[in-house]
């Protein structure tokens, strides 16, 4: 079977290890065969060498929250402007240029179908590997209802683009619930609370009653998938935790009364602190409504001292972007705004092996180990030191591989 080495590697592998200089990985078809250091010992004639002259080797980058299908600013009008197959089209170049930052993988939390997933499975369009949420499931009047208070229809379902399902009671959420695991998700995104984006939520609301999410809970559960909840509330995350809700996005205004219980119920935190920061700078240049801006400040004001809770309280941290439109290109930021709080290396496990234990594939993705999906990139300069490097990829990132296949890069030949 041809193989490929990559030598000369300093090797980050995300397990928790420390950095391991000069190092070399052996991958076989779509799988990494054997991790060392030093001299690789006698080389297999046909293996193609890949030579990483001292750049850092890290596992694929896993986005844990992004809207492949976001191709605005503003997801509202995005859906009134944009002809399905205009959507379509546009969410094809958000998922090349997606890979090409480093991001092998990403959970995208309200968008993109399982249609989407296959067709970068088999082949046809580059991008992440998927796991998706489809349309998410939302309270009349909740985040995910983006209606003016005058207009009385809710957009099409089967359109593009990000769309919700707006449903009420418990036999409602069931029947949304079970149209998207029927239409084959991976896991159920909830709108439990407030947004930025939605016209008519405050931040700190709680939307959906525990009995709700309870049973949106179940049918995903039923079915072998889980629940992900947006909220930024104490009472909106206390209550998802209750109703057995796995992973809570962004929860910027956490306590520490609301981060016992997402320790108790040993639930993930996804904060995305990246589409707070980078849409306050450009979102009035983007031409985003005031509102929007407004409560991603308040969003951004506190999301430091809620991760910084979170962390020193030792909950599971995983990493997201959730950047919208053109701000996509910044999904690096993540990192850095992690680091900041997290130090370098928990921010870099945070964005691969959290992240694949966040979409259960902490057996094939995550780490540089044996027997792992060959899911890798290589960067110029050490990440540990200047986290700010994944921002400009075009230049920092040399090689991209995925399922063993290089997306970017070149095979140079000889040691
Ligand atoms: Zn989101």
Redesign the pocket.
Known sequence: MASTILVNANIIDCTGAEPRPNGWVVLEADRIKEVGHGSPGALPGKAEIINCRGQTLLPGLIDG???MAAVEGDLAEQQRRNPASLLVIKSLKILKETLDQGFTTVRD??GVDAGFRQAVAEGLVPGPRLFVSGAYITQTGGHGDKRYPAEMQQPALDAAGVVSDACDGISGVRRATREQLRRGVDFIKIMAGGGAASPATALDASQYSVEEMKAIVFEAESAGKYAAA?VYSDRGIKLCCEAGVRTI??GNLLTESSARAIQAAQAYLVP?IA?FQVTVEQGPGLGLPEFFIRKMRQALDAAEHSLALAWAMGLKIGS?S?LLGPMQVHKGLELALQAKVMGPMAALIATTRTNAEIIRQEKNLGTIEAGKLADLILVKGDPLKDMSLFQNYQENLTLIIQDGRVHKGVITQGI
């Open positions: 929250h992004v809207h939390c309200g947006h996005e962004h995305t589409t997201g959730d």
